[in-house]
């Protein structure tokens, strides 16, 4: 497995509008990212590399970090703050391991995913709770974009 380096999650964003606060609360995302994606590859998960970041953050540059004025996303999203990150899955394998390894995914640190439903191509993971304390919750108010896994039906 390739880490995820800071300047792949900072992206084009590695300048300026990045706070050092955003910039700390970063590395301390990938310090719990990384290892999460070196346990679903040891257990088989096969991490796909994006070819538009060239690294396992999907997205054209807005899978990882966001500047404040950036209009993709909510206004106080996880991205902005450097707390989040969406993980290149297109065939849904990586987000089939996270559902059944919830709590191990806790244990590394993942405070929360958003629901595979709305997350068709990636794998949302954040290190800071959403209000709700739902561990696997719905971003939006916008209905599902995708089918529900297997793994969340049985």
């Not at 990882?64 to 206004?75: H, Q, Y």
């Not at 899955?89 to 089939?96: S, V």
């Not at 709305?118 to 995708?146: K, R, Y």
């Amino acid at each position: 497995m390739t880490p995820i380096t800071l300047a792949q999650y900072l992206g084009p964003y590695d300048d300026d509008r990045i706070t050092p606060e955003v910039r700390a609360n970063a590395e301390r995302l990938l310090a719990i990212i990384n290892p999460v994606l070196a346990a679903a590859e040891a257990d088989g998960v096969v991490l796909e590399i994006d070819p538009d970041t060239g690294s396992h953050i999907g997205g054209n540059g807005n899978g990882g970090v966001r500047p404040l004025n950036s209009p993709v996303g909510a206004a106080k999203s996880a991205h902005k703050r450097g707390t989040a990150v969406d993980l290149y899955d297109p065939e849904r394998k990586l987000a089939a391991w996270a559902w059944a390894n919830k709590a191990r995914m806790e244990l590394l640190g993942v405070r929360a995913i958003e629901r595979p439903e709305w997350t068709p191509s990636w794998l949302h993971c954040q290190s800071e709770p959403v209000a709700s304390g739902v561990f696997a919750f719905i971003p939006n108010s916008s209905p599902p974009i995708a089918d529900p896994l297997p793994e969340q039906v049985a």
